[in-house]
């Protein structure tokens, strides 16, 4: 089955730089990536997406780059702001798994003012 | 509008008891999804339901785990003889619909802890 791998565990930056979170998969059949943030005390909510017709998405300071052949996918956030720290979780999804997300473990990212 | 809300918020039990989950998806949302998080862990899926059938439940740990949703809205996670090891946060998404790639919304969570 699938397997979701998330680097850092932990990422702390400065206020205004950026920071880049990574995950590797396993399945080649999966065929979409959501990226969740999840905040003390809430459930996760999804910030971006990118399906596996595509190589990059933004939106706003927020992008996601997908490289179906090494099977890795990455979230990258400029200009970050404190309100920014939260828990970050990447996710792969596929039809053949019936569209269940297999979770990344989670990158907590700090940022420092 | 609401957004899904789960209920008790937190669940503090003991050994050996039965507890029940709720969980109200978001008016229009056919497809249910529950997971269980471990602090430091994403969320690990336990079972969906598309309207009131259980279309997925392979990740159900053990039949002391088990989930409803008779009339397609609410859902209830029921959890008998809980263990010390079931102690976790759970978690209820729901979405549009399931069979293709739709966003799921979480709840906030019931935090439980079996004493």
């Known amino acids: 089955g699938e397997n979701v791998e998330q680097h850092p565990s932990t990422l702390s930056v400065q206020e205004g730089d950026s920071a880049v979170i990574k995950c590797t998969y396993s399945d080649s059949a999966s065929n979409y990536f959501p990226w969740y943030k999840q905040e003390l005390g809430k459930g996760p909510q999804l910030i971006i997406d990118?399906?596996?017709n595509v190589g990059e998405k933004k939106d706003q300071r927020i992008a996601v780059t997908l490289n179906k052949t090494a099977k890795h996918f990455s979230l990258h956030i400029t200009e970050t702001q404190p309100e920014d720290s939260a828990v970050y979780f990447c996710?792969?999804?596929?039809?053949?798994?019936?569209?269940?997300?297999?979770w990344g473990a989670g990158t907590k990212l700090i940022i420092k003012p | 509008g609401a957004g899904v809300s789960q209920t008790p918020s937190n669940k503090v039990t003991e050994k050996g008891k039965y507890v029940e989950l709720r969980c109200d998806p978001i008016s229009g949302h056919t497809a249910l999804y529950w997971y269980r998080q471990s602090l430091g862990q994403g969320p690990e899926f336990l079972i969906y339901f598309q309207g009131t059938g259980a279309a997925d439940d392979s990740g159900l740990p053990n039949d002391r785990f088990f989930a409803v949703r008779p009339e397609g809205s609410v859902s209830t996670l029921k959890i008998q003889r809980t263990e010390r090891g079931d102690s976790a946060v759970y978690l209820c998404?729901?979405?549009?619909?399931?069979?293709?790639?739709?966003?799921?919304?979480f709840g906030p969570g019931t935090r439980l802890t079996v004493l």
């Open positions: 996710a792969a999804s596929s039809i053949d798994s019936n569209y269940q997300l297999i």
């Open positions: 990118i399906r596996s």
């Open positions: 998404a729901s979405s549009l619909t399931s069979g293709s790639f739709h966003e799921q919304f």
